[in-house]
């Protein structure tokens, strides 16, 4: 019995210092603070400010010129974008970030997006970016964003 005891002591300490964190994610603020940086990048041109609308952990990876040679080559693709919207959203398991999916109208076709953004005391910041002509396969089971960011020329 007195074994069990001590055992039972011993497994409430280590429980005691266990961590245990409740991440909470705001959707619609990371769709706002994503979509900022989509706007500035894809509509109004501007790749300087769109990359200090990173994450830093992007921006050690990513030139500005790297990043206004994919708003090019985006442009080239599909033509001028007309509008784009956040579709949906997925948590990334474990971590204070997010997988958000856009869709944009351009005039010669649509693009989808796959943004991973990280959260912060001061919002979210895009981690990472990637285009696409087809809706990326992981969207699907994410759960839907109606009319949270939507951009038009």
Same mark, same amino acid.
């Given at each position: 019995?007195?074994?069990?005891?001590?055992?039972? @002591?011993?497994?409430?300490?280590?429980?005691?210092?266990?961590?245990?964190?409740? @991440?909470k994610h705001d959707p619609e603020r990371a769709a706002r603070d994503a979509g900022a940086v989509m706007e500035t990048l894809f509509f109004d041109g501007?790749?300087?400010?769109?990359?200090g609308m990173f994450d830093a952990g992007l921006q050690e990876i990513v030139t500005t010129?790297? @990043?206004?040679?994919?708003?090019?080559?985006?442009?080239?693709?599909?033509?001028?974008?007309?509008?784009?919207?956040?579709?949906?959203?997925?948590?990334?398991?474990?971590?204070?970030?997010?997988?958000?999916?856009f869709e944009a109208t351009h005039e010669r076709g649509q693009s989808y997006y796959e943004v991973v953004v990280s959260c912060d005391s001061g919002g979210y910041k895009v981690y990472t970016l990637n285009v696409s002509a087809t809706p990326f396969p992981n969207s699907s089971g994410a759960t839907r964003l109606e009319g949270v960011w939507i951009m038009a020329r």
């Open positions: 019995m007195r074994r069990v005891c001590v055992m039972g @002591i011993v497994a409430l300490a280590l429980l005691g210092c266990v961590k245990f964190q409740v @991440i501007d790749y300087v400010t769109a990359y010129e790297q @990043i206004g040679a994919l708003a090019d080559q985006v442009a080239a693709s599909w033509g001028p974008m007309v509008d784009m919207r956040v579709t949906s959203y997925k948590p990334v398991n474990g971590q204070k970030a997010m997988t958000l999916f």
